[in-house]
């Protein structure tokens, strides 16, 4: 199956930033819709923003209260989260998806993941 890249994760105080890469494995993956995921320890995974394969609507969780951008290159497949004024809870391991069937905010509507990148926010 091919697989997405990510990296950009790190430990970070409460109120930094934090810019997030995702990439495909092979030249000749998509156009497809790209989203973000987020899971904590002992939680579900949860939505976080979604991008049309065209890039031309974004989609967001409440929790994000405007502090978070995805961006995408629609010929290339990439995805990009950057995220702003981070808090403790946004602590978590965050997954690049691609190509969902049906419903954006259930994670398992998607068919391509990456292998995950830690975001630790500090107090």
């Known amino acids: 199956q091919v697989q997405l890249v990510e990296s950009g994760g790190g430990l970070v105080q409460a109120g930094a930033s934090l810019r997030l890469f995702c990439s495909a494995s092979?030249?000749?993956?998509?156009?497809?819709?790209m989203g973000w995921f987020r899971q904590a320890p002992g939680k579900e995974r949860e939505f976080v923003a979604a991008?049309?394969?065209?890039?031309?609507?974004?989609f967001y969780a409440d929790f994000v209260k405007g502090r978070f951008t995805i961006s995408s290159d629609n010929t290339e497949n990439t995805a990009n989260l950057q995220m702003n004024s981070l808090e403790p809870d946004d602590t978590a391991v965050y997954y690049c998806?691609?190509?969902?069937?049906?419903?954006?905010?259930?994670?398992?509507?998607?068919?391509?993941w990456g292998q995950g990148t830690q975001v630790t926010v500090s107090s």
């Open positions: 998806a691609a190509d969902p069937d049906g419903d954006y905010k259930e994670a398992v509507n998607w068919n391509f």
């Open positions: 092979e030249r000749t993956f998509g156009p497809y819709p």
């Open positions: 991008i049309s394969s065209s890039g031309s609507s974004t």
